[in-house]
DNA sequence: CTATACTGCGCACACGTGTACGCAAACAAG
DNA sequence: CTTGTTTGCGTACACGTGTGCGCAGTATAG
């Protein structure tokens, strides 16, 4: 009943050799005859042998493992990059430690501390503020890590990141083109580097268009309510402000969206037809909302492949420690129905 | 710049002592001074000394860290799950270890052996087909596992479940009580046990109320696809043999109820007006979606950080192999606009 | 002042694996 | 037949930590 473990010290007894011997007959290195080899294959297999890779990495001082550091799972957009991730990872057999962060700092520092304890060879961490003193402590660590969607300067820092100005740049050209001319913007007051570049674009393509680049508003999140509080903001502006409503809106993602259609459809207002809505991302959903989202898509998933790929070579070639790996990655316009 | 790492041996070296004694005054364990002891841990804060994990794993045969199997993170269902295991562990100083099966039962073996490699405490599956020899491997790897929505008999397999009869019960009493009389199902052909629960609570709940269940549909999988599948499956069927429409439609989840609805509303027909629609699960959107839809609501956080919690009991009580723990968990009616 | 108990630590070993080195036997070359 | 080379392993140690045992010194009891 109690199944003590097997060791390759067991199948070296079983076969009359010593450990090593065994050792280097399952990794197929050494010299030694083929008979040998083939029974220490033979007994392994047959006794149910699993080498731990817990010992080996002691040894080794590699894990072959990395950790994931991201704020909440739940969310469509991590979620599909962790999947990403670890599609790749599991291609190259290497393991990854999941770890949530949530919003409070000081988990983030004891998360990263616990990915030291378990001795990960790198760190990718997805949608960070990364700010302060933290950014400090990744430094010191000394193991190369990736950033998805977020920067940060650093020694051993490395990134992935979504061409987002590009991608928003696109989508208000979009409207332009489509003869909207009253194009407003809304932001997520915490989304860091990203808002900031979409926001950026939104204004670069009107003033090129000649438009006026004045409408703006923003919402507490990213999220479905931060979209529903940002666009009540955004009714309230128009009235106070802005003297009429806009003809169109930019939303920071899709989720964002969905949640102001909520609002607008409450007030009685159609979209396109009163107000064209954009999204970003492209989550599933945007695809089967009513109306169907016209967003920029994010190549989530591939975006998470490239962050394991970046991380495989990091680990892989020793030397180019000096050299800072950037992977700007492009999206595509979706159009549907919402603008 | 090459920062070796520090062990205990550093530490003992530096404060005089043997590591055995710097490896207690760590752990509080032992008897020593307290100035012996608190110069150790000065010194060991002052080096910036992390604890090895992985060769106190080795020692102690307990890697302090479970295995997550998933067949997909994309799909909010399970990556909500996700986050409620991740969140228990992390504040009881457990890792995990990620890992998705995709839909390749080889995968999941390989998935299974890595996590044996890694000498995981336990292993947390959500969702699985756990099926034939799949179940046999998972006995022989001797740790506990938890199931999580799924069902499998087992010497060490114990499992947290949503009671999916009785919501559906609820679900299908509530469209009875509100007068609907010609009540679809739309299931999944992929579903498993979920599907077959609730496709059950609706038939009984239908006879119970003096009502034919007859009207039944399927669409290829959980998903948004599958729910516009089944919708053109439902609106064939009615056509060809029921005699005319439902006046509402039971989907086994959100994501399918959402498909289903845009389907309609290509066809013309309103939700609720022409045919009320349920969901299952009440995913992130559903609350957001035109009409809002009514719903079911599975606890899918508390699910995830119950099956952490059952797991670390069953790591901390030893002896109680031969008990097995089962945790049933109910949700709640959500009713919107839908039906 | 001796017998006993307790304190504060070190020694030796263990966990499961990898690897540098060396040594005997077999073989090849002269 | 000697000398060098290759083959086929074993020996010894390492990785970083935990733990049972024992031993010298000190405190306590009688």
Known sequence: MNKKRVSIKDIAELAGVSHPTVSRALRGEGRMSDDTRARILTIAADIGYTPSLIARGLVTQRSHSVGLAVTNFADPFHSEIAQGVEEEAQ???????????????????????????????????????????????????????????????????????????????????????????????????????????????????????GLPAEMLCFGPNGRFEGGV?????????????????????????????????????????????????????????????EPPLTTWRQPRRAMGRAAMTMMLELLDGETNGTHRHVHVMHGELVVRRSA
Chains 1, 2 share one sequence.
């Open 229 to 289: 509080a940002g666009a009540r903001n955004l009714l309230k502006l128009a009235e106070e402000t802005w003297g009429s409503l806009p003809d169109a809106l930019v939303c920071y993602n899709d989720t964002m969206a969905i949640g102001a259609i909520s609002v607008l459809r409450a007030q009685g207002l159609g979209v396109p037809d009163d107000m064209a809505v954009t999204g970003f991302d492209d989550v599933d959903v945007a695809a089967y909302f």
């Open 91 to 209: 291609r190259r057999q290497y393991s990854i430690y999941l770890a949530s962060t949530t919003v409070d700092p000081a988990r983030e520092l004891e998360v990263v501390r616990n990915f030291q304890a378990r001795r990960v060879d790198g760190l990718i961490v997805s949608s960070s503020r990364v700010g302060g003193q933290y950014a400090g402590l990744l430094q010191e660590i000394g193991i190369p890590i990736v950033l998805i969607n977020t920067h940060a300067e650093g020694d051993n820092m490395h990134m992935v990141a979504h061409d987002d100005y590009g991608g928003a740049l696109n989508l208000v050209q979009h409207l332009v083109d489509a003869g909207y001319r009253r194009i407003a913007f809304l932001g997520n007051q915490r989304g860091g580097k990203a808002v900031h570049e979409r926001q950026r674009a939104w204004a670069d393509a009107l003033v090129q268009a």
